[in-house]
């Protein structure tokens, strides 16, 4: 089975600093789908950003960008220049490319803190 | 695009009465419908996967006589929680996914419904 694991219960990052959140899993699929999403205190989950396995290349959008290292299983968020509004819990999420298998499998969480 | 609601976002109920929430995909035909619980400071823990128009799939250790699931169009699931206790108390949040249009591929997650059983 699956799973997702995120070692860093909780992060800070001084504001306009860089910050890296860790992201591990385990599978023994070839290909499948990782994301990063963002709940902010209002709880609605929030896509930051998604990887394709069969994409060698990392993905990136605007301050959020991602080290994904295929062989390591390693699935790492890296936000620059940190912003206060970037304070949320942060979850990965795996899902297999298989067809009729959507679910997502979750990480239990980095809670970011953006200090002033 | 791509925007999922649900209702109501706040319920409080007395114990052993049935509460349901409901989740519409707002601009798009959603495939399969998911509802998660989450405890809070936790992570999201799925409850079940839903297809329009046929019975929905429970994640191992969920009641599903408790916990009735509905997915009567490609628009609308609903969620009923039947005979409600207080340890029912929780947030519980729905996604959609669709094969197809502004939600292919990937799961979008309504904004969530805090239950709170007296």
């Known amino acids: 089975a699956q799973t997702v694991t995120q070692s860093q219960p909780e992060m800070s990052v001084q504001e306009a600093e860089t910050v890296t959140l860790s992201c591990t899993y385990d599978t023994s699929e070839s290909d499948y789908y990782l994301f990063w999403y963002k709940q902010p205190p209002s709880r609605q989950m929030i896509l930051v950003i998604r990887?394709?396995?069969?994409?060698?290349q990392n993905a990136t959008e605007n301050r959020f960008s991602v080290n994904f290292q295929k062989a390591a299983k390693s699935f790492s968020l890296k936000i620059s220049d940190s912003q206060l509004g970037d304070a949320a819990m942060y979850f990965c999420?795996?899902?297999?490319?298989?067809?009729?298998?959507?679910?997502?499998?979750f990480g239990t969480g980095t809670r970011l803190k953006v200090l002033a | 695009g791509a925007v999922v609601s649900q209702h109501p976002s706040r319920v409080i109920c007395k114990s052993g009465t049935s509460v349901k929430i409901e989740c519409r995909s707002l601009d798009f035909q959603a495939t399969t419908m998911f509802w998660y619980r989450q405890f809070p400071k936790q992570s999201l823990m799925l409850m079940a996967t839903s297809n329009e128009g046929s019975k929905a799939t429970y994640e191992q250790g969920v009641e599903k006589d408790k916990f009735l699931i509905n997915h009567a169009s490609l628009t609308l699931s609903t969620l009923t929680v039947t005979s409600a206790h207080p340890e029912d108390s929780s947030f519980y949040i729905c996604s959609a996914y669709s094969l197809a249009g502004a939600a292919y591929n990937e799961q979008f997650f309504g904004p969530g419904t805090r239950l709170t059983v007296l």
């Open positions: 990887q394709e396995a069969y994409k060698q």
């Open positions: 999420a795996y899902r297999r490319v298989a067809s009729g298998t959507y679910k997502y499998i």
